[in-house]
RNA sequence: GGCGACGUAGCCAAGUGGUUAAGGCAGGGCUCUGCAAAAGCCCGAUCCCCAGUUCGAUUCUGGGCGUCGCCUCCA
Protein backbone atom coordinates (compact mmCIF):
# COMPACT_ATOMS: atom_id res chain seq x y z
CA UNK A 1 0.00 0.00 0.00
CA UNK A 2 1.28 3.51 -0.52
CA UNK A 3 0.80 6.64 1.24
CA UNK A 4 -1.97 8.62 0.52
CA UNK A 5 -2.42 12.20 1.80
CA UNK A 6 -5.12 14.39 2.02
CA UNK A 7 -4.72 17.83 0.05
CA UNK A 8 -6.71 20.70 0.78
CA UNK A 9 -6.12 22.03 -2.89
CA UNK A 10 -7.96 19.25 -4.76
CA UNK A 11 -9.87 18.23 -1.45
CA UNK A 12 -9.15 14.39 -2.33
CA UNK A 13 -6.64 11.80 -0.79
CA UNK A 14 -3.75 11.62 -3.44
CA UNK A 15 -0.56 9.31 -3.14
CA UNK A 16 1.99 10.80 -2.15
CA UNK A 17 5.59 11.01 -3.96
CA UNK A 18 8.08 13.76 -3.17
CA UNK A 19 9.64 15.25 -5.61
CA UNK A 20 12.90 14.39 -5.34
CA UNK A 21 13.23 11.02 -4.17
CA UNK A 22 13.85 9.58 -0.96
CA UNK A 23 13.52 13.16 0.22
CA UNK A 24 10.40 15.03 1.59
CA UNK A 25 10.46 19.14 1.88
CA UNK A 26 8.31 19.83 4.54
CA UNK A 27 7.30 23.40 5.45
CA UNK A 28 5.23 23.78 9.27
CA UNK A 29 3.21 26.48 10.24
CA UNK A 30 4.69 27.38 14.07
CA UNK A 31 4.01 29.23 16.53
CA UNK A 32 3.94 33.29 17.22
CA UNK A 33 5.44 33.58 20.55
CA UNK A 34 3.46 36.05 22.09
CA UNK A 35 1.94 34.12 24.84
CA UNK A 36 1.61 30.91 26.24
CA UNK A 37 0.45 27.79 23.53
CA UNK A 38 -2.62 26.22 24.42
CA UNK A 39 -4.06 22.40 23.67
CA UNK A 40 -5.01 23.85 19.66
CA UNK A 41 -1.51 24.88 19.32
CA UNK A 42 -0.05 21.15 20.37
CA UNK A 43 -2.80 18.97 18.53
CA UNK A 44 -1.62 20.89 15.13
CA UNK A 45 2.19 20.40 16.45
CA UNK A 46 1.49 16.59 17.25
CA UNK A 47 0.01 16.36 13.73
CA UNK A 48 3.00 18.07 12.12
CA UNK A 49 4.92 14.94 15.08
CA UNK A 50 2.84 12.18 13.33
CA UNK A 51 3.01 13.23 9.53
CA UNK A 52 7.17 13.16 10.23
CA UNK A 53 6.87 9.79 12.09
CA UNK A 54 5.28 8.20 9.52
CA UNK A 55 7.30 9.78 6.41
CA UNK A 56 10.39 8.53 7.74
CA UNK A 57 8.65 5.06 8.82
CA UNK A 58 7.85 5.28 5.31
CA UNK A 59 11.77 5.71 4.72
CA UNK A 60 11.73 9.30 3.50
CA UNK A 61 14.56 11.69 4.57
CA UNK A 62 12.86 14.73 6.12
CA UNK A 63 13.77 18.43 5.48
CA UNK A 64 11.38 19.72 7.58
CA UNK A 65 11.03 23.18 8.69
CA UNK A 66 9.07 25.32 11.15
CA UNK A 67 8.91 28.73 11.49
CA UNK A 68 8.93 30.99 14.38
CA UNK A 69 7.06 34.30 14.62
CA UNK A 70 8.98 36.52 16.62
CA UNK A 71 7.53 39.66 15.21
CA UNK A 72 3.97 40.57 14.26
CA UNK A 73 1.24 43.49 16.04
CA UNK A 74 0.48 41.21 19.20
CA UNK A 75 4.31 40.35 20.40
CA UNK A 76 5.45 44.48 19.47
CA UNK A 77 2.56 45.84 21.45
CA UNK A 78 2.71 43.38 24.63
CA UNK A 79 6.65 44.55 24.45
CA UNK A 80 6.05 47.83 24.36
CA UNK A 81 3.30 47.56 27.43
CA UNK A 82 6.40 45.64 29.03
CA UNK A 83 9.14 47.63 28.06
CA UNK A 84 11.15 45.79 26.59
CA UNK A 85 12.65 44.96 22.82
CA UNK A 86 10.88 41.93 21.06
CA UNK A 87 13.50 39.93 21.51
CA UNK A 88 13.52 39.72 24.91
CA UNK A 89 9.85 39.45 24.97
CA UNK A 90 9.66 36.84 22.95
CA UNK A 91 12.77 34.76 24.68
CA UNK A 92 10.71 33.22 27.83
CA UNK A 93 8.11 31.92 24.92
CA UNK A 94 10.59 30.21 22.77
CA UNK A 95 12.05 28.77 25.29
CA UNK A 96 8.69 27.47 26.54
CA UNK A 97 7.67 25.89 23.63
CA UNK A 98 10.58 23.87 23.13
CA UNK A 99 10.70 22.55 26.87
CA UNK A 100 6.37 21.95 26.01
CA UNK A 101 7.60 20.00 22.58
CA UNK A 102 10.14 17.78 24.66
CA UNK A 103 7.18 17.42 27.54
CA UNK A 104 4.93 15.95 24.86
CA UNK A 105 7.57 14.23 23.08
CA UNK A 106 7.61 15.77 19.60
CA UNK A 107 10.44 15.40 17.21
CA UNK A 108 12.44 18.03 16.21
CA UNK A 109 12.20 19.65 12.52
CA UNK A 110 15.32 20.58 11.02
CA UNK A 111 15.24 23.88 11.09
CA UNK A 112 13.31 26.71 13.51
CA UNK A 113 13.92 29.87 11.68
CA UNK A 114 12.83 32.99 13.50
CA UNK A 115 11.47 35.38 11.68
CA UNK A 116 13.72 38.08 12.32
CA UNK A 117 16.53 36.79 11.22
CA UNK A 118 15.39 36.18 8.15
CA UNK A 119 14.19 39.70 7.50
CA UNK A 120 16.55 40.08 4.30
CA UNK A 121 14.84 37.14 2.56
CA UNK A 122 11.71 38.98 2.76
CA UNK A 123 13.19 41.75 1.55
CA UNK A 124 14.06 40.63 -1.29
CA UNK A 125 11.13 38.18 -2.01
CA UNK A 126 8.77 42.02 -1.58
CA UNK A 127 11.29 43.32 -4.12
CA UNK A 128 10.86 40.82 -6.85
CA UNK A 129 7.09 41.65 -6.25
CA UNK A 130 7.21 45.34 -6.50
CA UNK A 131 8.77 44.51 -9.82
CA UNK A 132 6.58 41.92 -11.58
CA UNK A 133 4.20 44.16 -10.65
CA UNK A 134 2.30 42.39 -7.96
CA UNK A 135 2.97 44.59 -5.21
CA UNK A 136 2.78 48.70 -4.86
CA UNK A 137 3.32 51.00 -2.05
CA UNK A 138 1.28 52.46 -0.37
CA UNK A 139 1.54 55.57 1.97
CA UNK A 140 2.00 52.51 4.89
CA UNK A 141 3.47 50.15 3.48
CA UNK A 142 3.95 47.68 0.26
CA UNK A 143 0.80 45.76 -0.44
CA UNK A 144 0.04 42.58 -2.50
CA UNK A 145 -2.32 43.33 -4.99
CA UNK A 146 -4.50 40.67 -5.55
CA UNK A 147 -6.48 41.62 -8.68
CA UNK A 148 -3.15 40.98 -10.23
CA UNK A 149 -3.33 37.39 -8.66
CA UNK A 150 -6.57 35.09 -10.95
CA UNK A 151 -5.89 31.99 -9.09
CA UNK A 152 -6.40 34.00 -5.50
CA UNK A 153 -9.28 32.33 -3.84
CA UNK A 154 -8.54 28.46 -5.61
CA UNK A 155 -6.74 27.31 -2.80
CA UNK A 156 -9.26 28.11 0.22
CA UNK A 157 -12.28 28.10 -2.41
CA UNK A 158 -13.34 31.21 -1.79
CA UNK A 159 -14.34 33.37 -4.30
CA UNK A 160 -13.35 36.92 -3.87
CA UNK A 161 -16.58 38.55 -4.70
CA UNK A 162 -18.27 36.04 -1.59
CA UNK A 163 -16.23 38.26 1.27
CA UNK A 164 -18.44 40.03 3.01
CA UNK A 165 -18.19 43.53 2.74
CA UNK A 166 -17.53 46.10 4.79
CA UNK A 167 -16.19 44.35 7.92
CA UNK A 168 -12.62 44.65 7.17
CA UNK A 169 -12.67 48.14 5.19
CA UNK A 170 -14.17 49.92 8.03
CA UNK A 171 -11.53 48.68 10.87
CA UNK A 172 -8.56 48.63 8.69
CA UNK A 173 -6.11 51.26 9.50
CA UNK A 174 -3.95 50.81 6.35
CA UNK A 175 -4.32 52.59 2.76
CA UNK A 176 -4.46 50.17 -0.24
CA UNK A 177 -5.99 50.00 -3.62
CA UNK A 178 -8.34 47.02 -2.17
CA UNK A 179 -9.97 46.29 1.21
CA UNK A 180 -8.80 42.29 0.60
CA UNK A 181 -5.32 43.25 -0.64
CA UNK A 182 -2.59 42.28 2.51
CA UNK A 183 0.15 44.01 3.98
CA UNK A 184 3.55 42.69 2.68
CA UNK A 185 5.55 45.52 4.65
CA UNK A 186 4.70 47.89 7.37
CA UNK A 187 6.33 50.92 7.51
CA UNK A 188 8.04 51.56 10.61
CA UNK A 189 6.09 53.48 13.47
CA UNK A 190 7.33 54.84 16.39
CA UNK A 191 6.25 51.82 18.83
CA UNK A 192 8.10 49.68 16.52
CA UNK A 193 11.31 51.59 16.64
CA UNK A 194 10.97 51.58 20.24
CA UNK A 195 10.79 47.72 20.46
CA UNK A 196 13.47 47.09 18.20
CA UNK A 197 10.88 45.75 15.36
CA UNK A 198 12.48 47.92 12.11
CA UNK A 199 15.03 47.25 9.45
CA UNK A 200 15.58 48.78 6.50
CA UNK A 201 14.92 48.20 3.08
CA UNK A 202 14.78 49.58 -0.27
CA UNK A 203 11.02 50.77 -0.12
CA UNK A 204 11.12 52.41 3.44
CA UNK A 205 12.15 51.28 6.83
CA UNK A 206 9.61 48.93 8.53
CA UNK A 207 8.41 45.52 9.72
CA UNK A 208 7.80 42.46 7.77
CA UNK A 209 3.65 40.89 6.96
CA UNK A 210 3.07 38.14 8.67
CA UNK A 211 2.11 36.19 5.27
CA UNK A 212 5.71 37.10 3.73
CA UNK A 213 7.71 35.42 6.61
CA UNK A 214 6.65 32.04 5.60
CA UNK A 215 7.13 31.90 1.49
CA UNK A 216 10.43 33.58 1.96
CA UNK A 217 11.57 31.29 4.70
CA UNK A 218 10.19 28.38 3.24
CA UNK A 219 12.21 28.97 0.30
CA UNK A 220 15.37 30.43 1.56
CA UNK A 221 15.25 26.58 3.26
CA UNK A 222 13.46 24.13 0.58
CA UNK A 223 13.58 25.85 -2.57
CA UNK A 224 10.80 27.39 -4.67
CA UNK A 225 8.47 24.00 -4.63
CA UNK A 226 7.65 22.62 -1.33
CA UNK A 227 6.63 18.87 -1.27
CA UNK A 228 4.28 19.12 1.98
CA UNK A 229 3.14 22.31 3.59
CA UNK A 230 1.08 21.68 6.32
CA UNK A 231 -0.87 24.05 9.25
CA UNK A 232 -4.11 24.33 11.25
CA UNK A 233 -7.43 24.80 8.93
CA UNK A 234 -7.30 28.31 10.57
CA UNK A 235 -4.28 29.18 8.49
CA UNK A 236 -6.36 28.31 5.30
CA UNK A 237 -7.51 31.56 4.65
CA UNK A 238 -6.19 33.86 4.50
CA UNK A 239 -2.32 33.06 5.37
CA UNK A 240 -2.14 29.91 3.18
CA UNK A 241 -3.99 31.61 0.43
CA UNK A 242 -1.95 34.64 -0.04
CA UNK A 243 1.18 32.44 0.89
CA UNK A 244 0.76 30.87 -2.63
CA UNK A 245 -0.37 34.36 -4.26
CA UNK A 246 2.81 35.70 -3.08
CA UNK A 247 4.91 33.02 -4.32
CA UNK A 248 3.58 32.07 -7.20
CA UNK A 249 3.61 35.22 -8.24
CA UNK A 250 7.46 36.07 -7.56
CA UNK A 251 9.15 32.78 -9.08
CA UNK A 252 5.90 31.83 -11.37
CA UNK A 253 6.28 27.85 -10.29
CA UNK A 254 4.15 26.24 -8.11
CA UNK A 255 4.73 26.33 -4.15
CA UNK A 256 3.16 23.28 -2.67
CA UNK A 257 2.36 20.15 -3.68
CA UNK A 258 0.47 19.14 -1.02
CA UNK A 259 -1.76 21.15 1.22
CA UNK A 260 -2.45 19.56 4.79
CA UNK A 261 -4.84 21.11 7.49
CA UNK A 262 -5.75 19.48 10.72
CA UNK A 263 -8.95 20.33 12.73
CA UNK A 264 -9.28 22.27 15.63
CA UNK A 265 -9.81 21.62 19.33
CA UNK A 266 -12.68 22.75 21.01
CA UNK A 267 -13.50 22.81 24.60
CA UNK A 268 -16.17 20.64 26.16
CA UNK A 269 -19.14 22.94 24.96
CA UNK A 270 -17.86 22.02 20.85
CA UNK A 271 -16.96 25.57 20.90
CA UNK A 272 -13.27 26.24 19.25
CA UNK A 273 -10.40 26.62 21.83
CA UNK A 274 -9.08 30.04 21.40
CA UNK A 275 -7.54 32.98 23.13
CA UNK A 276 -10.15 35.73 22.07
CA UNK A 277 -13.15 33.84 22.93
CA UNK A 278 -11.18 32.67 26.57
CA UNK A 279 -11.50 29.25 26.78
CA UNK A 280 -8.42 27.97 26.15
CA UNK A 281 -6.46 25.43 28.28
CA UNK A 282 -2.54 24.43 28.06
CA UNK A 283 -0.39 22.23 28.58
CA UNK A 284 0.46 22.93 32.46
CA UNK A 285 -3.44 23.07 33.26
CA UNK A 286 -3.63 19.63 32.35
CA UNK A 287 -0.16 18.61 33.82
CA UNK A 288 -0.98 20.13 37.16
CA UNK A 289 -4.63 18.34 36.95
CA UNK A 290 -2.47 15.46 37.49
CA UNK A 291 -2.68 14.41 33.53
CA UNK A 292 0.54 12.79 32.15
CA UNK A 293 2.06 14.79 28.96
CA UNK A 294 2.05 11.57 27.26
CA UNK A 295 -2.15 10.92 27.77
CA UNK A 296 -2.02 14.40 26.51
CA UNK A 297 0.50 13.32 23.40
CA UNK A 298 -2.08 10.55 22.79
CA UNK A 299 -4.93 12.23 23.10
CA UNK A 300 -4.36 14.89 20.76
CA UNK A 301 -2.74 12.72 18.37
CA UNK A 302 -4.91 9.60 17.86
CA UNK A 303 -8.21 10.13 19.87
CA UNK A 304 -9.58 11.53 16.88
CA UNK A 305 -7.93 11.70 13.01
CA UNK A 306 -6.53 14.72 12.60
CA UNK A 307 -8.86 16.51 10.07
CA UNK A 308 -11.57 15.81 12.35
CA UNK A 309 -12.60 18.50 15.80
CA UNK A 310 -11.14 17.05 18.54
CA UNK A 311 -13.01 17.74 21.78
CA UNK A 312 -11.28 18.39 25.23
CA UNK A 313 -12.95 16.53 27.93
CA UNK A 314 -12.02 14.97 31.12
CA UNK A 315 -13.47 11.64 29.95
CA UNK A 316 -11.20 11.14 26.48
CA UNK A 317 -8.13 12.71 28.39
CA UNK A 318 -8.79 9.69 30.74
CA UNK A 319 -9.00 7.16 28.15
CA UNK A 320 -6.28 8.49 25.88
CA UNK A 321 -4.15 7.76 29.98
CA UNK A 322 -5.31 4.35 30.17
CA UNK A 323 -4.84 3.59 26.60
CA UNK A 324 -1.05 4.75 27.35
CA UNK A 325 -1.12 2.45 30.42
CA UNK A 326 -2.22 -0.76 28.74
CA UNK A 327 0.28 -0.50 25.98
CA UNK A 328 3.10 0.29 28.84
CA UNK A 329 1.71 -2.24 30.63
CA UNK A 330 1.72 -5.34 27.82
CA UNK A 331 5.00 -4.06 27.13
CA UNK A 332 6.49 -4.64 30.45
CA UNK A 333 4.42 -7.89 30.48
CA UNK A 334 6.25 -8.92 27.60
CA UNK A 335 9.84 -7.67 28.26
CA UNK A 336 9.46 -9.49 31.44
CA UNK A 337 8.21 -12.49 30.13
CA UNK A 338 11.02 -15.60 30.18
CA UNK A 339 11.76 -16.83 27.03
CA UNK A 340 11.76 -20.20 25.81
CA UNK A 341 9.74 -21.84 28.70
CA UNK A 342 6.68 -21.75 27.30
CA UNK A 343 4.81 -22.60 24.03
CA UNK A 344 3.33 -20.14 20.90
CA UNK A 345 -0.17 -20.02 20.15
CA UNK A 346 0.01 -19.72 16.51
CA UNK A 347 -3.05 -17.83 16.29
CA UNK A 348 -1.59 -14.94 18.27
CA UNK A 349 1.56 -14.60 16.25
CA UNK A 350 -0.66 -14.85 13.20
CA UNK A 351 -2.65 -12.00 14.88
CA UNK A 352 0.42 -9.78 15.99
CA UNK A 353 1.60 -9.91 12.13
CA UNK A 354 -1.46 -8.71 10.80
CA UNK A 355 -2.64 -6.57 13.25
CA UNK A 356 1.14 -4.61 12.66
CA UNK A 357 0.17 -4.61 8.81
CA UNK A 358 -3.43 -3.32 9.29
CA UNK A 359 -2.13 -0.50 11.64
CA UNK A 360 0.67 0.88 8.96
CA UNK A 361 -2.29 0.54 6.49
CA UNK A 362 -4.59 2.73 8.40
CA UNK A 363 -1.37 5.23 8.74
CA UNK A 364 -0.52 5.19 4.99
CA UNK A 365 -4.32 6.22 4.69
CA UNK A 366 -4.15 9.61 5.27
CA UNK A 367 -2.43 8.97 8.57
CA UNK A 368 -5.55 7.35 9.98
CA UNK A 369 -3.87 6.51 13.65
CA UNK A 370 -7.37 6.18 15.46
CA UNK A 371 -8.43 3.49 12.66
CA UNK A 372 -5.03 1.92 13.09
CA UNK A 373 -5.43 1.58 16.98
CA UNK A 374 -8.12 -0.01 16.50
CA UNK A 375 -6.70 -2.86 15.16
CA UNK A 376 -3.83 -2.84 17.82
CA UNK A 377 -5.78 -2.56 20.80
CA UNK A 378 -7.47 -5.85 19.38
CA UNK A 379 -4.53 -7.44 20.06
CA UNK A 380 -3.52 -6.18 23.25
CA UNK A 381 -6.59 -7.59 24.44
CA UNK A 382 -5.55 -11.52 23.06
CA UNK A 383 -1.95 -11.04 24.00
CA UNK A 384 -3.03 -10.09 27.54
CA UNK A 385 -5.21 -13.13 27.57
CA UNK A 386 -2.54 -15.79 25.67
CA UNK A 387 -0.31 -13.91 28.88
CA UNK A 388 -2.58 -14.84 31.16
CA UNK A 389 -2.71 -18.35 30.08
CA UNK A 390 0.99 -18.82 29.50
CA UNK A 391 0.23 -19.37 25.99
CA UNK A 392 2.98 -16.67 25.01
CA UNK A 393 6.54 -18.00 23.82
CA UNK A 394 9.46 -16.53 21.91
CA UNK A 395 7.77 -16.10 18.59
CA UNK A 396 4.90 -14.65 19.89
CA UNK A 397 6.68 -12.30 22.13
CA UNK A 398 8.96 -11.06 19.69
CA UNK A 399 6.01 -10.31 17.02
CA UNK A 400 4.12 -8.48 19.92
CA UNK A 401 7.12 -6.86 20.88
CA UNK A 402 7.82 -5.68 16.83
CA UNK A 403 3.80 -5.10 16.77
CA UNK A 404 4.54 -2.23 20.02
CA UNK A 405 7.75 -0.66 18.63
CA UNK A 406 5.67 -0.17 15.25
CA UNK A 407 3.05 1.49 17.24
CA UNK A 408 5.54 3.96 19.30
CA UNK A 409 7.13 4.68 15.94
CA UNK A 410 4.33 7.48 16.29
CA UNK A 411 3.11 7.19 19.64
CA UNK A 412 6.59 6.97 21.17
CA UNK A 413 4.88 6.46 24.74
CA UNK A 414 6.37 3.18 25.49
CA UNK A 415 9.83 5.34 27.01
CA UNK A 416 8.26 5.76 30.43
CA UNK A 417 9.22 9.28 32.20
CA UNK A 418 11.31 8.80 34.75
CA UNK A 419 8.73 9.49 37.87
CA UNK A 420 10.66 9.22 40.99
CA UNK A 421 9.03 8.48 44.50
CA UNK A 422 10.60 10.20 47.52
CA UNK A 423 11.79 8.48 50.72
CA UNK A 424 8.31 8.82 52.57
CA UNK A 425 6.37 7.15 49.87
CA UNK A 426 9.24 4.44 49.31
CA UNK A 427 9.22 3.87 53.13
CA UNK A 428 5.39 3.38 53.34
CA UNK A 429 5.28 0.62 50.52
CA UNK A 430 8.28 -0.70 52.43
CA UNK A 431 6.02 -0.53 55.81
CA UNK A 432 3.37 -2.09 53.87
CA UNK A 433 4.85 -5.12 52.52
CA UNK A 434 5.95 -5.90 56.06
CA UNK A 435 2.33 -6.04 57.34
CA UNK A 436 1.48 -8.30 54.26
CA UNK A 437 4.33 -10.56 55.21
CA UNK A 438 3.08 -10.62 58.54
CA UNK A 439 -0.77 -10.71 57.89
CA UNK A 440 -1.60 -7.87 59.20
CA UNK A 441 -4.28 -6.92 56.23
CA UNK A 442 -5.98 -4.54 57.89
CA UNK A 443 -2.51 -1.96 58.36
CA UNK A 444 -1.42 -3.00 54.88
CA UNK A 445 -4.56 -1.88 53.86
CA UNK A 446 -4.84 1.54 55.97
CA UNK A 447 -1.39 2.34 54.14
CA UNK A 448 -2.19 1.28 50.97
CA UNK A 449 -5.60 3.97 51.08
CA UNK A 450 -3.23 6.54 52.55
CA UNK A 451 -1.22 5.36 49.25
CA UNK A 452 -4.02 6.09 47.17
CA UNK A 453 -5.24 9.26 48.48
CA UNK A 454 -1.52 10.55 47.47
CA UNK A 455 -1.71 9.82 43.71
CA UNK A 456 0.33 6.32 43.89
CA UNK A 457 -1.72 3.11 43.21
CA UNK A 458 -0.06 -0.81 43.97
CA UNK A 459 -0.58 -3.62 42.71
CA UNK A 460 0.56 -6.76 43.96
CA UNK A 461 1.42 -9.10 41.32
CA UNK A 462 3.99 -12.20 41.56
CA UNK A 463 7.05 -10.38 41.09
CA UNK A 464 6.01 -8.10 43.82
CA UNK A 465 4.54 -4.97 44.55
CA UNK A 466 4.23 -2.38 41.50
CA UNK A 467 3.23 1.34 42.39
CA UNK A 468 1.79 3.94 39.37
CA UNK A 469 1.03 7.37 39.70
CA UNK A 470 -2.41 8.35 38.73
CA UNK A 471 -4.40 11.80 38.17
CA UNK A 472 -5.24 14.16 40.59
C1' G B 1 -25.49 36.98 3.64
C1' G B 2 -21.51 33.56 1.04
C1' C B 3 -18.63 28.95 1.48
C1' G B 4 -17.92 24.38 4.11
C1' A B 5 -17.86 20.35 7.69
C1' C B 6 -20.09 17.19 10.97
C1' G B 7 -24.44 14.33 13.45
C1' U B 8 -22.46 6.19 14.70
C1' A B 9 -23.87 2.87 21.91
C1' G B 10 -23.60 6.98 28.63
C1' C B 11 -18.72 9.48 26.59
C1' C B 12 -14.74 9.43 22.72
C1' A B 13 -14.30 7.21 18.00
C1' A B 14 -13.09 4.02 13.15
C1' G B 15 -15.66 2.30 9.22
C1' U B 16 -18.62 -0.10 5.06
C1' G B 17 -23.83 -0.18 -0.98
C1' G B 18 -25.10 -6.53 1.30
C1' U B 19 -22.42 -12.46 5.93
C1' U B 20 -21.64 -10.67 13.47
C1' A B 21 -21.17 -1.71 12.40
C1' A B 22 -13.60 -1.75 14.83
C1' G B 23 -11.38 -0.06 19.19
C1' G B 24 -10.90 2.80 23.88
C1' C B 25 -13.23 4.95 28.34
C1' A B 26 -17.22 4.71 31.80
C1' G B 27 -20.94 1.23 34.02
C1' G B 28 -22.91 -3.87 35.67
C1' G B 29 -21.91 -9.28 36.51
C1' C B 30 -18.10 -13.05 36.89
C1' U B 31 -12.87 -15.33 37.22
C1' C B 32 -8.22 -14.44 39.59
C1' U B 33 -6.62 -12.04 44.45
C1' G B 34 -5.96 -12.18 51.87
C1' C B 35 -8.74 -7.84 50.03
C1' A B 36 -7.70 -4.78 46.08
C1' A B 37 -5.37 -3.32 41.59
C1' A B 38 -3.98 -5.21 36.98
C1' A B 39 -5.56 -8.89 33.48
C1' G B 40 -9.39 -11.88 31.22
C1' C B 41 -14.57 -13.43 30.17
C1' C B 42 -19.81 -11.86 29.65
C1' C B 43 -23.42 -7.65 28.95
C1' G B 44 -24.60 -2.36 25.10
C1' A B 45 -26.37 0.80 18.72
C1' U B 46 -34.05 2.10 15.67
C1' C B 47 -25.83 4.24 12.59
C1' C B 48 -30.38 12.47 13.76
C1' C B 49 -35.36 12.58 10.87
C1' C B 50 -38.02 12.20 6.11
C1' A B 51 -38.13 11.08 0.96
C1' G B 52 -35.61 9.10 -3.34
C1' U B 53 -32.09 5.82 -6.23
C1' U B 54 -31.23 0.43 -5.60
C1' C B 55 -32.82 -6.40 -5.33
C1' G B 56 -30.57 -4.12 -0.88
C1' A B 57 -28.39 2.25 2.41
C1' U B 58 -25.85 3.71 8.31
C1' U B 59 -22.85 4.17 3.72
C1' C B 60 -25.21 7.41 -2.58
C1' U B 61 -28.90 11.77 -3.88
C1' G B 62 -32.40 15.53 -2.19
C1' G B 63 -34.94 17.95 1.82
C1' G B 64 -35.39 18.94 7.07
C1' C B 65 -33.58 19.47 12.04
C1' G B 66 -29.24 20.13 15.05
C1' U B 67 -24.04 21.28 16.14
C1' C B 68 -19.76 23.65 14.56
C1' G B 69 -16.10 26.15 11.41
C1' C B 70 -14.25 29.80 7.74
C1' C B 71 -15.35 34.53 5.31
C1' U B 72 -11.35 39.26 10.69
C1' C B 73 -5.90 38.10 14.46
C1' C B 74 -6.09 32.80 15.18
C1' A B 75 -2.98 26.05 15.38
Given at each position: MTLRLHDTASGRKEEFCPLEPGVVRLYTCGPTVWNTPHIGNYRTFLFFDLLRRHLAVRGYRLRHVMNITDVDDRIIEQAHTAGVGIDAYTRPYREAFFEDLDALRAQRAEHYPLATEHVPEMVRLIARLLDRGYAYEAEDGVYFRIASFPAYGRLSRLDRSGLRPGARVATDRYEKESATDFALWKRAQPIDEQVGAAWDAPFGRGRPGWHIECSAMAMAYL?????IHAGGVDLLFPHHENEVAQSEAATGERFVRFWLHSEHVSDSTGEKMSKSVGNIVTLRDLTAAGYDPLAVRLFLMGNAHYRSRLRLTEEALHAAAEQVRRLQDLADRLRGLEPGLRSDDAALYADALDARDAYLEALDDDLNLPAGLGHVFEVVRRANAALDAGRVGPAGREALLHLLETVDAHLDVLRRRDVELDDELRGLIAEREQARRARDFARADRIRDQLRDRGIVLEDTRQGVRWRRVER
Open positions: GETLD
